[in-house]
């Protein structure tokens, strides 16, 4: 079982993998795409829409309360978006306990920013999330 990936669940739907690849993601006003070349450090994560579903926006605010409490500082308030879809995200710093928040609040990719630029590394799917009663994407 892997922990981290550059590839999606084999399972997930090629519009939806393609989806996470196009989207772009953004805090205090830069905007980065994966693949883009940065020197930031850090990881764009977010409790919304577990597993990549659509859940209802008080829900998601909820859990979005919720990871903000539990996130190691400092974080800043972000977003990603494609097309219509906008969700609301935290850059935090990238530590062992915000890796293990991306999985807990089940999600299903995070953006690393690192020293080889900004990669998407998709979450495996280790059974059900505590916090997200969506079944996980390998399920």
């Known amino acids: ?13 090629f519009n939806k993998a393609r989806a996470f690849r196009l989207s772009t993601y953004e805090a205090a006003g830069i905007r980065v795409r994966p693949g883009d070349r940065i020197r930031m450090r850090g990881l ?21 309360a919720l990871l ?16 219509g879809w906008r969700e609301a995200m935290f850059l935090a710093p990238d530590t062992r306990r915000t890796r293990r928040l991306a999985r ?9 920013l690192g020293p ?8 495996a799917c280790s059974g059900p999330h505590k916090l997200a009663s969506a079944r996980p994407c390998c399920a």
């Open 68 to 83: 903000a409490a539990l996130l190691p500082r400092p974080w800043l308030p972000a977003w990603s978006g494609l097309g």
């Open 44 to 64: 764009f994560l977010t409790a919304e829409n577990p597993g990549g579903r659509r859940w209802p926006a008080g829900l998601n605010r909820r859990r979005m």
């Open 104 to 112: 807990r609040f089940g999600q299903a990719a995070v953006l690393l």
């Open 116 to 123: 080889r630029g900004a990669r998407l590394h998709w979450l």
């Open 1 to 13: 079982m892997r922990a981290w990936s550059s590839r999606p669940c084999r399972r997930w739907p």
